[in-house]
T-cell receptor
């Protein structure tokens, strides 16, 4: 049973436009969410996070939105740049428990020049 | 200076062999992890250690045995390798608590 799902395996966006990556989760106990970015032959690197007490967190070109009632979060990248081409993983955890991140299967984002 | 380093990066071996993957972090973190990325690309936690103590042990076959000689190192030993063990194994570390994880580059294990 996959508790975190990214239903789009890939996404292609024009440079300069907005990229929107989506993630759904099923476990209502999750209260902390993160996005990771992964380049080929490298490990995932942390991008941005959000606590369940917020519905939005922004860091430069990256904004994460959380809709708790829908159990849905999204990552917006604007404007998209060629260097943003990577696989993006959504992850979720329970703050009070042991630090155990549950990951989605990733979305491959390609930014076209 | 690599924050989380794993060796080897690539490992090709025969079924039935025993192999180890080593991990070291120089971030001063208390917690270390092993994650497995399977053919479907899901990253799934296998083990977590906090200050050399095992705190997370997911449903992983007994053939997998983590060892943490000190809080900067977490090694993964795999006995009697099977075809299904082929995957990319990622080591990670964190300060502990609901914070970000720092991942190594991954070790791609291929079992023939």
């Amino acid at each position: 049973d996959q508790q975190v799902k990214q239903n789009s395996p890939s996404l292609s966006v024009q440079e300069g436009r907005i990229s929107i990556l989506n993630c759904d989760y099923t476990n209502s106990m999750f209260d902390y969410f993160l996005w990771y970015k992964k380049y080929p032959a490298e490990g995932p690197t942390f991008l941005i996070s959000i606590s369940s007490i917020k519905d939005k967190n922004e860091d430069g070109r990256f904004t994460v939105f959380l809709n708790k009632s829908a159990k849905h979060l999204s990552l917006h990248i604007v404007p998209s740049q060629p260097g943003d081409s990577a696989v993006y993983f959504c992850a979720a955890s329970v703050r009070s428990g042991a630090q155990k991140l549950v990951f989605g299967q990733g979305t491959r984002l390609t930014i076209n020049p | 200076d690599t924050a989380v380093s794993q060796t080897p990066k690539y490992l090709v071996t025969q079924m039935g062999n025993d192999k180890s993957i080593k991990c070291e972090q120089n971030l001063g973190h208390d917690t270390m992890y092993w994650y497995k990325q399977d053919s479907k690309k899901f990253l799934k936690i296998m083990f977590s250690y906090n200050n050399k103590e095992l705190i997370i042990n997911e449903t992983v076959p007994n053939r997998f045995s983590p060892k943490s000689p000190d809080k900067a190192h977490l090694n993964l030993h795999i006995n009697s390798l099977e075809l299904g063990d082929s995957a990319v194994y990622f080591c990670a570390s964190s300060k502990g608590g609901p914070g970000e994880l720092f991942f190594g580059e991954g070790s791609r294990l291929t079992v023939l």
